[in-house]
């Protein structure tokens, strides 16, 4: 009890433990100290997705800079977001795809989630969710490519703490089970960092942005509970995709 007490709710490593979670980038992470984190360090997955968001801003940024076709700069920066993540979010909405139309039974459902391969229903919804990323970034990304990356990084990843503190487990083990519920100090911080990184990059329509890629994202929770009865890894990373197509909306909207 003690040392639950003296444990600090928020500490810089977090952030380490978060980039160690959420992408294949080398960082200076102690992975015990992060193991044993791992449910309050998700008030940094904000920051994980600004940060990816920038490295591949910078990746656009020099080739928009070269003159190269907006088309191909819009490709290069999605491949640089699926490389620093290790296609996290892709193989998870792959995954649920497969799992939630593949199996007739929660049982199934979960196993076919568990598979590695990938069937038709992954497919296509890695073919559909991809085509519509890549045409939304090559519409906006010469506006401010920063502002785009880094802002819709940070949104995009707020759906996922949210997630693992409102929808239960679907099994007991897994990537969610062993973070584990975030504490609610940790929800409010990612909650708070996603919002103010939405409004500098976006101004008062941030906030708008953020409420779209929530919605979004909560349509792919509601169906998962009633698919598995809760969320898994795989729902998590999905829910990114989900958000990020929702923000994209929404600012073609405002």
Not at 19 to 45: C, E, M, Q
């Amino acid at each position: 009890m003690n040392d639950e007490i003296s444990e600090p709710l928020f500490e810089l490593h977090d952030i380490w433990a978060a980039f160690s979670i959420l992408t294949r980038l080398p960082v200076p992470v102690d992975h015990t100290r992060a193991g044993l984190r791992a449910n309050k360090a998700v008030w940094a997955y904000p920051l994980v997705g600004a940060g990816i968001g920038a490295i591949a801003a910078v990746f656009g940024y020099a080739l928009l800079a070269s003159s190269v076709p907006v088309e191909f700069c819009a490709a290069i920066c999605i491949l640089v977001l699926i490389a620093t993540s290790g296609a996290l979010h892709e193989d998870g909405l792959a995954d649920c795809a497969d799992g939630f139309w593949g199996g007739n039974s929660t049982e199934r459902r979960l196993e076919i989630m568990k598979d590695s391969a990938i069937g038709a229903y992954g497919m296509l919804a890695l073919i559909g969710f991809s085509l519509a990323q890549w045409s939304a970034v090559a519409q906006l990304m010469q506006e401010n490519i920063f502002a785009l990356f880094i802002g819709l990084g940070a949104i995009s990843r707020l759906p996922m703490v949210l997630g693992m503190w409102i929808i239960p487990n679907a099994r007991a083990n897994g990537m969610s089970a062993s973070v584990g519920m975030p504490s609610a100090q940790s929800v409010q911080l990612a909650t708070g960092l996603s919002i103010i990184i939405a409004v500098i990059c976006f101004g008062w329509q941030g906030i708008f942005i953020c409420t779209a890629a929530l919605i979004a994202a909560g349509g792919l929770f509601a169906l998962a509970d009633k698919k598995i009865g809760g969320q898994t890894g795989d729902v998590l990373g999905a829910s990114q995709k989900c958000a990020e197509l929702g923000a994209f909306l929404c600012i073609f909207m405002l």
